[in-house]
Every structure is written in structure tokens, then in C-alpha cells.
């Protein structure tokens, strides 16, 4: 890989980064927050492939998979507490849970 296309990498995982980072910071429901969340890791994951590829080293690609277990863990357990909030709520808006109390 070439200094030019990790450049073009990079780019495209700073864009995809900072979509990541606009709908958290504007968004207020909670399911779009989490894709937001997962769009930032998968930009930082793009970006540990690019330099990895560059070095000519697997370790970044590693450290990939474990960011990918992470946020698969993430998701779950996530997507489990939205749940439950929205059964008690009937709404996953993120301005209305002040509390995890009833």
C-alpha cells in the first residue's frame, strides 16, 4: 500500500468519524446514538487496517478483532437496556431517561 491511498483511508475514516461524532452530539434517540457509536468504531477500525496494511504488519488487524468483540458486547447489552427502557417508558428518547428508576 502506497502513502497516497492510506492517505485516502484516513480521510474517508475521519469523515466516517466525524459523522460518528455529529449524530451523537445532535441526535437524541437512543438506538441512533448507538449507530453513531458504532459508526466512530468501525472509523477507527478502518483507520488501524489502513496503517496496519501501510507497516506491512498484522498487528492493528488484531487489535481489530478485539474492538469488533467489544462492540459486538456493546450492542447487546445496549440494545437490551433500550429494551427494557422502552417497555417501562414507551419511549427510547434520550432527554426523557433522567434515571434508571421507575
Not at 4 to 32: D, E, H, P, Q, W
Amino acid at each position: 500500500m502506497d502513502a497516497t491511498l492510506l492517505k485516502y483511508c484516513l480521510a474517508l475514516s475521519a469523515v466516517l468519524f466525524t459523522l460518528g461524532v455529529v449524530g451523537v452530539m445532535v441526535r437524541r434517540n437512543a438506538i441512533v446514538l448507538f449507530m453513531c457509536i458504532e459508526l466512530m468504531l468501525n472509523a477507527a477500525n478502518l483507520a488501524f487496517v489502513a496503517f496496519s496494511r501501510y507497516l506491512g504488519k498484522a498487528d492493528g488487524q488484531i487489535f481489530v478483532f478485539f474492538v469488533m468483540a467489544v462492540a459486538a458486547a456493546e450492542v447487546a447489552i445496549g440494545l437490551a437496556i433500550i429494551v427494557t427502557v422502552f417497555r417501562n417508558r414507551e419511549s427510547v428518547n434520550v432527554d426523557e431517561m433522567t434515571s434508571l428508576k421507575n
